[in-house]
């Protein structure tokens, strides 16, 4: 094998293994965060006001725990309603099947 190969496989490996690492860490379930995503980019949605009020709505209305949420959605670059849809759908959308 070559050292550029050798490279790439471990690239890939390295891939593989960041991509599992983020579907192991989504807290709640996967297809409810499809829908927080669907929600956050609705059309015509209220300006972001910086916080995460669509966000905690939408997690109360169905008994999901923002406390949990939230530290997520931070901890990938979510820090108000509008990051969710910049930061964490550009990372999780795929992976949840947007
Ligand atoms: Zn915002």
């Known amino acids: 094998m070559s050292k550029d190969s050798r490279k790439d496989e471990l690239k890939k490996a390295w891939r593989e293994q960041e991509q599992q690492r ?14 927080l995503f669907d929600y956050l980019d609705r059309e015509n949605p209220p300006p972001c ?3 995460f009020r669509e966000t905690v709505q939408f997690l ?3 008994k999901l725990s923002a406390a949990r949420v939230v530290p997520w959605l931070r901890e990938h670059g979510g820090y108000c309603d509008c990051e969710v849809i910049f930061n964490v759908e550009e990372k ?3 992976i ?3």
């Open 22 to 35: 983020l579907v192991a860490s989504i807290p709640i379930p996967h297809a409810d965060l499809k829908e």
């Open 92 to 94: 999780f959308g795929p």
């Open 49 to 51: 006001d910086h916080t």
């Open 60 to 62: 109360e209305k169905r």
């Open 96 to 98: 949840v099947g947007r």
